[in-house]
């Protein structure tokens, strides 16, 4: 397989760039932007004064005095280059950004369009002189990296490069082979002896896949000009949220959700016509007073009109209930995921069980709210209130701990059937008559003889007990942190209880009924 | 007549039990096309039947540990399963005990809702468990069967319910592996009492904590 033409606009020092237009300097001032301690970029009178890329900022800053120092800011470079993109989609539409500063172009389309691979060049440049880079610097070859290094390759009076169809080999051959991108990978061949690309490509490619694996495999590929890259055009992504204002405000629920429909209906017939669907909508609601709430809502299958009504309804009865707090000015809805349409077709026949299973339990939420309906799955902890997660229907309730870890610590045998959420008070007695308290070492003050459960105040023998044992967790994080003791106990009527101890009071986790 | 049957002879006491239950399997036995949901063969003989029935109702009054026992068998066969009304339903013992919690839906607090929420997932779940937060009026009760019948979604009770199939109670417990101040809960023994239309038998079945497995043993018959 051959490498694809490709065309690399470089736009040269481009952090430099940014930083400076962001921070005020001008920008033909040495400049270094660092990142993690070291210099990442540097500006052209920097580089005279003998500032480089990996210097440390002590090492810079004694080789230059007046180096102004920045630190690195990927989302400015990023948003400093969005109009020098839209400048040169302007011109021509299939642009692939590699980083901010660099972009790939396919060859193909620009250079037949504009009468040859020189052309292609000339216009690229002056569709980037034109966005107010005029110093930027093209290179075309066989395949993205080889076009990269041959823009690289120019000087600023010769500003594109051409090197020629099944030539990217002979010119990759005598650069260094830390191109390569992979510091480890070219330290080894540099020590090895191999400090070209061109000896590198010369090593047999089942060696190299034996040695370095597929990664170094896909880099000696590169470096003999066989670049299996091809280039994506970016489709620039359509702004999709719908917005209903209210003039003037809305305080009833009810008058809300009616005035939403239109435009529910609306977003998601934009996003009909364009084969997709809504499987996860955030909610954005601004109040009177200029309050924001903003949730983002999950679907098991796919947002309806009544669907998107309904959480924005759940939405605003988290506010206050049938009459608002403050009146609702502002409802805007954007879409968190989308996905095509066809993988949620209904069959021929209409959907299956779980279709129908979906939408009974839609509506016995809409009769209680979102968070009446669970799911459930088994999460990590050594209590069992901490192994129960529970997740709203329809949402993704992934644990945060993982079950299937050892847990030292966590009771053996019988999972309780009944897990008592709200650890209701149980007083455990000795024979005596007096509360048993469990010391720092773990021991009761006395064997557990009468115990009172929570819903009756009746005092019931204890017949078997078993315990206490403790659970210290987390002791280095002071909100977190919990120290308690375990004990099961069976009572004269038959029934076998889970109590924890904690800082003097009994509290029952959980009943074996 | 318990009191001669226990003073038997073991064969004869052996022929005798068989003998009841074919009466009371041929006293329950209802009409054509009554259709059964997989149930854990250790609690057929629990249950009238042999099996749990689609569109019945079944009480429960104080053992979730045996409701989860009954959802287990409709649930590992593909079913799904609704909880309405329980709020502390342990997840981790549920399944242990067999229930597929992929297949497993939650309402705990329906509050004064709970018979529109039983009717509404009982129309689209086969296995519906409710705690009733109140005592059911005759009406309810009589409607919910109905759509119940219906639907042939079954529903498990934990409390009294009027027009059950059978009323399971858990009579008596003993447990196994805890001591007075050693061991821990390995164990129980209990003798479930089943109450199906004026018959009432007993049970004894024991749960053990290795690998959740439970041991059906011998059963002893009493006719009321």
């Known amino acids: 397989m051959s490498a694809e033409r490709a065309i690399v606009a470089w736009c040269p020092d481009w952090p430099i760039r940014a930083g400076a237009a962001e921070a005020g300097v001008d920008p033909d001032e040495p400049i270094a932007v660092i990142e993690a301690g070291v210099v990442a970029a540097c500006s052209a009178s920097a580089r005279a004064a003998g500032v480089r890329r990996g210097l440390r900022i002590r090492e810079a800053q004694s080789r230059c005095a007046t180096l102004v120092v920045l630190p690195a800011n990927p989302a400015a470079d990023a948003r400093r280059f969005e109009p020098v993109l839209t400048a040169l989609e302007s011109g021509i539409p299939t642009v692939q950004v590699v980083r901010p500063g660099v972009v790939v172009i396919r060859a193909q389309g620009p250079a037949r369009f504009f009468g040859g691979e020189p052309e292609a060049a000339e216009t690229v440049l002056g569709l980037l002189a034109g966005a107010g880079v005029p110093e930027a610097r093209v290179g075309i070859a066989d395949g993205p990296f080889a076009a990269e290094q041959a823009a690289r390759s120019t000087t600023p009076a010769t500003r594109a490069r051409l090197v020629a169809p099944g030539g990217s080999a002979s010119f990759l051959a005598p650069l260094p082979v830390a191109l390569t991108g992979m510091p480890e990978l070219a330290a080894v061949l540099t020590k090895l002896g191999i400090r070209t690309l061109g000896d590198f490509a010369a090593l047999p490619a089942d060696q190299v896949r034996d040695r370095f694996g597929p990664a170094g495999e896909a880099a000696h590929r590169v470096a003999a000009g066989l670049d299996p890259r091809r280039v994506v055009p970016r489709i620039a992504p359509k702004d999709r949220t719908a917005t209903v204002e209210f003039e003037p405000p809305l305080d009833r629920v009810d008058q809300i959700a009616f005035a939403l429909k239109r435009t529910a209906e609306r977003f998601l017939d934009a996003l009909a016509a ?140 019988f999972g309780p059937s009944s897990v008592l959420g709200d650890r209701p008070d149980v007083a455990v007695l000795d024979p005596a008559g007096a509360t048993v308290v469990v010391d720092e070492r773990g021991m009761p003050s006395g064997p557990p003889a009468g115990f009172v459960p929570p819903d009756s105040g009746r005092r019931r023998a204890v017949t078997a007990w078993a315990g206490p044992w403790p659970v210290d967790e987390r002791w280095w994080d002071p909100v977190a942190a919990r120290s308690v003791h375990r004990l099961q106990v069976v009572d004269d009527d038959g029934s076998a209880w889970l109590l924890c101890y904690e800082a003097g009071r009994w509290w029952a986790e959980a009943r074996y009924d | 007549m318990p009191s001669s049957a226990l003073q038997l002879a073991p064969d004869e006491r052996a ?134 019948r219906q639907r042939g979604s079954t529903l498990l009770v934990l409390g009294p319910w009027a027009q059950a199939e059978a009323t399971l109670e858990v009579r008596t417990t003993a447990w196994t592996g805890i001591g007075t101040g050693s061991g821990y809960l390995a164990g129980r023994d209990v003798t479930v009492t089943v109450t199906a239309r004026d018959i009432r038998s007993e049970h004894p079945v024991r749960i053990r904590d290795d690998r959740w497995r439970i041991e059906q043993a011998a059963a002893r018959l009493e006719a009321v």
């Open chain 2, 15 to 148: 022929r005798t039990v068989e003998q009841l239950q074919a009466r009371i399997s041929a006293m329950q036995a209802t009409g054509l096309g009554v259709r059964t949901l997989p149930t854990r063969p250790e609690l057929a003989p629990l249950l009238p039947g042999g099996a749990l029935k689609a569109g019945a109702a079944y009480a429960v009054p104080d053992s979730l540990t045996l409701a989860m026992l009954l959802m287990a068998g409709p649930s590992a066969a593909g079913g799904w399963c609704a909880v309405v009304g329980v709020p502390d339903f342990g997840i981790e013992a549920a399944a242990g005990f067999g229930v597929d919690l992929d297949r497993l839906v939650l309402v705990p607090q329906p509050g004064e809702h709970w018979l529109a929420v039983a009717a509404q997932v009982a129309d689209v779940l086969p296995i519906v468990l409710l705690r009733p937060p109140a005592r059911a009026t005759a009406g309810d009760t009589a409607r919910l069967a109905s759509r119940l």
């Open chain 1, 274 to 413: 364009d084969l997709l669907v809504c499987t996860g909508l955030t909610v954005e609601i601004g109040t009177e007073d200029g309050g924001l709430r903003r949730r983002t809502w999950l679907h098991p299958r796919s947002f309806t009109t009544l669907d998107v009504i309904d959480r924005v309804r759940w939405q605003l009865s988290g506010i206050g209930v049938e009459a608002l707090e403050a009146a609702v000015s502002v409802v805007r809805l954007a879409p968190e995921s989308i996905d095509e349409a066809a993988n949620h077709e209904q069959g021929l026949w209409g959907g299956g069980p779980d279709e129908r299973i979906h939408h009974a339990l839609s509506r016995v939420q809409s009769m209680l709210g979102h968070e009446a309906v669970l799911t459930a799955t088994v999460g990590g902890g050594r209590l069992v209130a901490d192994r129960r997660v529970l997740a709203p229907w329809g949402e993704r309730g992934a644990p945060q701990r993982d079950p299937d870890r050892p847990w030292p610590g966590r009771l053996p045998g």
